[in-house]
């Protein structure tokens, strides 16, 4: 069938690039952004009738770039959790992405950045990461016959640089962050043909990211939450989510619509960061455009360690349109939040899924969202990949 794509474009001049064709950034060196003859889509199917295909989030695939079929490892819908023992009033529910392949909602992005690469003829894609995406990355590339090369920080979770390794990426550790990994991809990918998959540097991981709002969208028919609350590092998931509720609201799929394109209220996006790496929080504060990188990176939330985003601009202007913020939470308040929600609700959750919780809470306080709202955290991978403290005891 399809692709329903119709072009690439900038994020920041609209220039246009044609589908079909290899890559990366635009030539103001910036994300692009598929676009989709959202007008044919609407004819060719339904928004029930994508839902009620099986693939998880292969089931969107008129609003996906790929021509052929996606990589099948098993992806589902991932749950909408109710947090009930910690709600105050309203509705606390979270989206459980930690049941994905690899455990991880990087299942998404390199999903389809993967399958895309295969369908235009690439061998082999090269990548930073902080841990999950280079797990990602990995499987699909072993599914797709590809091969993967993934550089992370020496500190990077144990498990996942095992993990990646053991999926058969080839994998070097890096005494630096993730940017200095990113550099390491940049700079060596020509001379030894590699790809470079970097968040945002080519423009297919946002469309498999933005499977998060059309799912979510599809789980609560068609009623989009008063505020999602999402932990930001390179915020892809941010800004995927946000072009999913711009494509449905052009579809007209979304409740309270009578018309293709009429406007609804959209959901306040949170972007939460931690407050040792919170470049976004910061240019959030100032009023920036940008966010400059942030010096001397560190928090427990490895995920979203991340000193500069390529997309900063894309995550700011949606965080701005959408009445939402910007907001930085402890390491300490991450760890509390962690344990609170797992003794009190039975979900073990990634210490960016707790950053969520802990960020829900300060704009409650704040006045930033009410207690009568129905909210959304996101916790983007399972809990059972990042250290656990032992808090048992011993019986003699
Ligand atoms: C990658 C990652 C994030 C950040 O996602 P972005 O969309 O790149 O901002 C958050 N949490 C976890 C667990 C991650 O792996």
């Given at each position: 069938m399809k692709p329903y794509v119709t072009h690439l474009e900038c994020s920041l001049t609209g220039e246009r690039y044609s589908a079909g064709e290899v890559h990366g950034l635009s030539g103001a060196g910036r994300p692009l952004l598929v676009r989709y003859d959202l007008d044919a889509v609407r004819e060719s199917a339904g928004f029930d009738e994508m839902l009620a295909r099986s693939g998880g989030f292969w089931q969107f695939?008129?609003?996906?770039?790929?021509?052929?079929?996606?990589?099948?490892?098993?992806?589902?819908?991932?749950?909408?959790?109710?947090?009930?023992?910690?709600?105050?009033?309203?509705?606390?529910?979270?989206?459980?992405?930690?049941?994905?392949?690899?455990?991880?909602?990087?299942a998404r992005g390199l999903g389809v950045a993967v399958a895309m690469a295969r369908e235009l003829g690439l061998t082999?894609?090269?990548?930073?990461?902080?841990?999950?995406?280079?797990?990602?990355?990995?499987?699909?590339?072993?599914?797709?016959?590809?091969?993967?090369?993934?550089?992370?920080?020496?500190?990077?979770?144990?498990?996942?640089?095992?993990?990646?390794?053991?999926?058969?990426?080839?994998?070097?550790?890096?005494?630096?962050l993730i940017n200095d990994c990113g550099r390491i991809v940049g700079e060596q990918a020509a001379e030894r043909g590699w790809f470079?998959?970097?968040?945002?540097?080519?423009?297919?991981?946002?469309?498999?990211?933005?499977?998060?709002?059309?799912?979510?969208?599809?789980?609560?028919?068609?009623?989009?939450?008063d505020a999602i609350f999402y932990p930001t590092g390179g915020g892809t998931g941010?800004?995927?989510?946000?072009?999913?509720?711009?494509?449905?609201?052009?579809?007209?799929?979304?409740?309270?619509?009578?018309?293709?394109?009429?406007?609804?209220?959209?959901?306040?996006?949170?972007?939460?960061?931690?407050?040792?790496?919170?470049?976004?929080?910061?240019?959030f504060e100032a009023g920036e455009e940008h966010a400059p990188a942030w010096e001397n990176a560190h928090t427990v939330a490895a995920g979203i360690r991340v000193p500069v985003a390529v997309?900063?601009?894309?995550?700011?202007?949606?965080?701005?349109?959408?009445?939402?913020?910007?907001?930085?939470?402890?390491?300490?308040?991450?760890?509390?939040?962690?344990?609170?929600?797992?003794?009190?609700?039975?979900?073990?959750v990634c210490p960016e899924g707790a950053a969520t919780y802990a960020g829900w809470q300060r704009a409650?306080?704040?006045?930033?969202?009410?207690?009568?709202?129905?909210?959304?955290?996101?916790?983007?991978?399972?809990g059972l990949k990042y250290p656990l403290e032992d808090s048992s005891e011993r019986w003699d």
């Open positions: 695939a008129e609003l996906l770039p790929m021509a052929g079929d996606g990589l099948d490892l098993g992806e589902v819908i991932t749950p909408i959790v109710p947090l009930s023992g910690l709600h105050r009033g309203g509705e606390l529910l979270m989206k459980d992405e930690g049941r994905l392949p690899t455990g991880s909602f990087k082999h894609l090269a990548m930073p990461t902080n841990g999950n995406a280079g797990a990602a990355l990995a499987a699909y590339c072993a599914r797709a016959g590809l091969n993967a090369t993934v550089f992370c920080p020496a500190d990077t979770p144990e498990i996942n640089i095992r993990e990646t390794a053991m999926l058969g990426a080839e994998v070097f550790r890096v005494d630096g470079d998959l970097s968040t945002l540097k080519e423009p297919y991981r946002i469309e498999g990211k933005k499977t998060m709002g059309l799912e979510l969208a599809g789980q609560l028919d068609g009623a989009l939450p941010l800004i995927g989510m946000w072009k999913a509720f711009q494509e449905l609201m052009a579809l007209g799929w979304l409740k309270g619509q009578r018309r293709p394109g009429d406007a609804v209220p959209m959901p306040k996006m949170f972007a939460i960061q931690a407050d040792g790496c919170a470049p976004i929080v910061r240019a997309g900063d601009f894309l995550i700011l202007r949606a965080v701005r349109a959408s009445g939402g913020a910007a907001l930085a939470v402890s390491d300490r308040t991450i760890l509390e939040a962690r344990r609170e929600i797992a003794s009190r609700t039975g979900n073990l409650l306080d704040e006045g930033l969202v009410n207690s009568g709202d129905r909210v959304v955290l996101f916790n983007c991978a399972t």
